[in-house]
């Protein structure tokens, strides 16, 4: 799967939120659904969440300032945020046309073709979808991550509302539309949620995943031959940037310029080892009541 640029990405969420909603409202001014209706109000949610999530990229990427001197990287964060309020405002939106529908049900027209628009707008959410999701991942974007899983929600609601409202046109139920525009609204709350916790989540300062920290750890540990030992490694995420910092307890006899030149080294081999880290370390002597000749124990320094 092709890998873009995070603002090229998002720049292409937003051109297909903008074909895929024209397509949907074709789709639903050709039926009279009010289940195609539903899809396409979901579209226009993604057409928000991308613009806003573009907004979003470019002040994570600015670089750090007086203010923000560790940058902008959480800026993502609150691109998740807002998309899961607009999804639970659509969600809500379609409840209401839906309940609406299923008081007064309507006889569903012209299924073939507005089905048609439905799938090809599918497809090429699953395609953009995809494509983010690899790129999100690649860049380790928190809202290229969300926007993709928005838009493979989108890619199962259209599916279940194609079933839906083919099932209440071939029975000839037609309140079928309405309930199945009503499910499918309560699967958007849900997506909603589930963005609202991850990025609130994600401003809690997460730690790294468990086998990023064993990399850093495995590092560390690599210098130990050289009579130095780490303590209190402590990891936190924000947004596509992550830190680490570590003491580095280095034999008290060694120079301020050695102790110096060894913790360039270490934070220059974690962040090889550990694509995107920065290591901030503070250096330490190593002989103090309790160290033992050769420093801390692995047990100590848990």
Same mark, same amino acid.
């Given at each position: ?74 800026? &993502?964060?609150?691109? +998740?945020?807002? #998309? /899961?309020?607009? !999804?639970?405002?659509?969600? *809500?939106?379609?409840?209401? $046309? ?118 850093? &750890?495995?590092?560390? +540990?690599?210098? #130990? /031959?050289?009579? !130095?030992?780490?303590?209190? *490694?402590?990891?936190?995420? $924000? ?64």
């Amino acid at each position: 799967m092709r890998i873009l640029a995070p603002q090229q990405a998002i720049r292409l969420s937003v051109a297909a939120a903008l074909g895929t909603m024209a397509i949907k409202v074709a789709a639903w001014g050709l039926t009279g659904s009010v289940g195609f209706l539903s899809d396409a109000m979901e579209s226009s949610v993604n057409l928000a969440g991308a613009l806003f999530a573009l907004w979003m990229l470019r002040w994570a990427h600015e670089p750090a300032d007086e203010e923000h001197p560790f940058g902008h990287g959480k800026a &993502e964060y609150f691109s +998740a945020v807002f #998309e /899961a309020g607009l !999804i639970s405002l659509a969600a *809500l939106a379609i409840i209401g $046309a839906a309940g609406e529908r299923l008081l007064d049900p309507r006889p569903i027209e012209r299924l073939g073709l507005g089905t048609l628009f439905a799938i090809v707008a599918s497809v090429l959410n699953l395609v953009v979808a995809r494509i983010l999701m690899a790129s999100g991942r690649a860049h380790r974007s928190v809202a290229l991550v969300a926007d993709a899983r928005h838009l493979m929600t989108d890619v199962w609601t259209t599916a279940g509302i194609i079933v839906g409202v083919g099932l209440a046109w071939a029975s000839g139920w037609h309140w079928l539309d309405p309930v199945v525009a009503i499910a499918v609204a309560l699967n958007i709350l849900r997506e909603g949620w589930r963005l609202m916790r991850g990025s609130i989540d994600g401003l809690m300062d997460r730690a790294l995943e468990d086998h990023e920290i064993a990399r850093i &750890e495995a590092v560390l +540990a690599s210098y #130990e /031959a050289r009579g !130095i030992r780490f303590d209190n *490694l402590r990891t936190r995420q $924000a947004g596509a940037q992550r830190f680490a910092n570590v003491d580095l307890r280095v034999p008290g006899d060694w120079t301020v310029t050695r102790a110096h030149d060894a913790a360039d080294e270490i934070e220059r081999a974690v962040g090889l080892a550990v694509a995107g880290v920065l290591l901030e370390t503070h250096v330490e002597p190593r002989e103090h009541p309790g160290d033992g000749p050769t420093g801390p124990s692995r047990e100590q320094r848990a």
